[in-house]
């Protein structure tokens, strides 16, 4: 039979089940076929621009390697035109006629070994280009072959059962398919309807891509770059643009990898951590790509939840391994992918912190609650999270921070546990009875300020084999490690008479009065008898239990025997016990104000007035 007029082909019978799988149920979205017949003209160009380098007689050999896209809203018409290396008729019949056949698979399997790396191509299934027949009436792809000698074809069909092959005069290089659209998906022939889905999947795409002759993509793939070929601007303006951010970041991770997965990413760290300025929880958007098409601009597991304040992008080549590309289904890579990224993030913050301190440090500031949360929630990368915590400490300045190594290494040769205090601030913790004895004995104490920290003590639970303890829990045994200097006390006897005393005057009000072995200056501490009566727990049960009746304060008074006031009270209980029991009672309430376990003053003040007429 003639080519040279029109043939018409039967699909395959496997080709019609395809074509009605691809169209129903393979892509969610119909915008996604712009996203396919964009790969297809890129790969077609990543073709010819190889080809060129070995072929001599080669079709409009200086034509330019770029994509032309344009809309017409009354035709109901979407074209891409691309110069890449075309198809004779032959390779129509093949390529778009036959079921799953990939001429990229089989062009990557012509150029050997060489050819199985090349990342720059991005088919590989042979279905993408039938996902044009979502939205399609009828589809025409016009064609001139790279070989000079080959006639120009034009390649009809509506998807339906056949399509058609005849010549066509006048076709320059490449491919030109025009998409006649369905009357419900006229939508794509609407130019910033269009424009916004190229902008979204096809932004970093290497050939040039115009739409109604505007050029789209000005923002190259950076993340496949080599790392000292980009320049600090190139950055810059690509995190602006991926990130949709004002900032510029705070930090860059930009690194590849081959196993156990191929990976280019390009990671930053905002300036600011907006969710600690209150604005509302950031979502996670590192986005997803394979060789530079997006997947997925927001993927839900691609990283941990604690690190939803990273931006940039992943590519992993091994992605089109599920072949509709669109939906992650395949949960195990992605996986495998959040546990390679995640570890590789945390080893890049682990440096920073040893060699550029101050700006880890100013980043800690910032984002050091997502990595608290990440070390008391997220089991698997605990460890190495827990490295990375910083806190001021009763041996640092204000404003400095220390790690938990680092306060191992100042640790007493006694010393089993590392101890620190919960407060609001570290004026209030220096001047609060409980750090005292502590300091006597050269004991160093971390600081935590933050109303999560207590959370986060508790679940990381211990360092480095040693326990993290709460330096205001009844529990402490100072009594083991050496004792501070002793000054004039009440004589043992006294004491004990006193503490009995003072157990039967307070009553119910507290659980244990006891010597205290770890006060210095103050006269007496109250420490949490239980769990349940810690400031900041106290602080939570009372706003969810409102109007409910009060937790009633439960605590071991300790006092300090060496104390002017202690000493006064042993003498003032014999020879004036009325007033004797009012200043019981104010030691009390004045150990549970440092404690912040007062939670009615008004007896108090009443009292304190009483105390103020007999002066
Ligand atoms: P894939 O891209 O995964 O190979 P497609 O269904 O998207 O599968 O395309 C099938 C084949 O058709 C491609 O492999 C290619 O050989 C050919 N093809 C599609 N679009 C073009 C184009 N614009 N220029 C040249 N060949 C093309
Ligand atoms: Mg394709």
Redesign the pocket.
């Known amino acids: 039979m003639s080519t040279s007029t029109p043939q018409t082909f039967e699909f395959q019978a496997e080709i019609k089940q395809l074509l009605d799988i691809v169209i129903h149920s393979l892509y969610t979205e119909k915008e996604i076929f712009v996203r396919?017949l964009v790969?297809?003209?890129s790969?077609?160009l990543e073709k010819m621009r190889h080809l060129k380098l070995t072929e001599k007689d080669v079709f409009e050999e200086n034509k330019e390697l770029e994509i032309n896209i344009t809309t017409d809203e009354n035709a109901k018409t979407f074209t891409i035109q691309?110069s890449?290396?075309?198809?004779t008729r032959s390779?129509l019949v093949e390529?778009?006629g036959t079921i799953a056949?990939?001429?990229?698979?089989?062009?990557l399997k012509s150029l050997g070994d060489s050819g199985q790396k090349n990342a720059n191509l991005?088919?590989?299934?042979?279905?993408?280009?039938?996902a044009a027949f979502m939205v399609a009436k009828s589809v025409k792809v016009y064609?001139h072959s790279w070989r000079s000698s080959e006639p120009g074809h034009v390649w009809t069909s509506d998807g339906a059962g056949s399509y058609s092959i005849e010549p066509a005069e006048d076709q320059s290089r490449?491919?030109k398919?025009v998409v006649e659209l369905k009357d419900d998906c006229s939508d794509f022939s609407k130019e910033w309807k269009v424009e916004e889905i190229l902008k979204r999947y096809s932004a970093f795409v290497s050939f040039p891509i115009t739409l109604n002759g505007k050029r789209i993509n000005t923002v190259q793939a950076l993340w496949l770059r080599s790392k000292n070929e980009i320049k600090d601007e190139e950055y810059l303006e690509f995190y602006k643009f991926q990130a949709h951010a004002h900032d510029e970041p705070r930090l860059r991770l930009h690194f590849s990898a081959d196993a156990p997965l191929a990976i280019n990413a390009l990671l930053f760290v905002p300036k600011e951590n907006t969710e600690r300025l209150g604005f509302s929880r950031l979502e996670p958007s590192v986005a997803l790509y394979c060789r530079k098409v997006l997947i997925d601009a927001k993927p839900k597991d691609l990283l941990p939840e604690w690190l939803r304040f990273v931006r940039g992008v992943v590519d992993s080549e091994d992605l089109p391994l599920n072949i509709s590309r669109e939906t992650m289904q395949d949960r195990a890579l992605i996986e495998k992918l959040n546990k390679v990224i995640t570890k590789r993030f945390l080893k890049f913050l682990d440096d920073e912190a040893r060699n550029r301190t101050d700006a880890y440090n100013e980043f800690y500031g910032q984002f050091g609650h997502f990595l608290k949360e990440g070390a008391a929630l997220d089991y698997t990368h605990k460890d190495a999270l827990v490295k990375l915590l910083r806190f001021e400490s009763s041996l640092t300045e204000k404003g400095k921070l220390t790690s938990l190594a680092d306060y191992v290494t100042r640790m007493q040769p006694e010393q089993k546990e590392i101890f620190f205090l919960l407060g609001p601030n570290r004026e209030a913790l220096e001047n609060g009875p409980y750090l005292e004895g502590l300091k006597a004995r050269n004991l160093e104490v971390i600081f935590c300020y933050e109303a999560v920290d207590e959370y986060v003590m508790s679940n990381v639970s211990e360092f480095d084999g040693k326990k993290l303890t709460a330096a205001d829990r009844a529990d402490v045994k100072l009594a083991d490690l050496p004792k501070p200097p002793q000054e004039d006390s009440l004589p043992e006897e006294q004491t004990a008479t006193l503490t009995t005393w003072l157990k039967e005057t307070l009553g119910e009000r507290v659980a244990e009065v006891k010597l205290s072995d770890r006060l210095v200056g103050s006269p007496a501490l109250a420490l949490n008898a239980d769990k349940f009566t810690s400031p900041h727990m106290r602080r939570m049960m009372k706003a969810m239990n409102k109007g409910g009746s009060e937790m009633p304060v439960h605590v071991n008074l300790e006092i300090n025997p060496r104390h002017p006031v202690i000493k006064r009270l042993a003498a003032t209980r014999e020879s004036d016990p009325a007033k004797a029991k009012l200043v019981a009672e104010q030691v009390l309430d004045n150990a549970l104000i440092s404690a912040g376990l007062l939670d009615d003053p008004t007896a108090m003040v009443t009292r304190l007035y009483k105390l103020l007429e007999s002066v």
């Open positions: 396919e790969s297809n003209a790969d077609a691309d890449g290396l075309g198809m390779e390529n778009l056949h990939s001429g990229s698979k089989a062009f991005i088919g590989q299934f042979g279905v993408g280009f039938y064609t490449g491919v398919i």
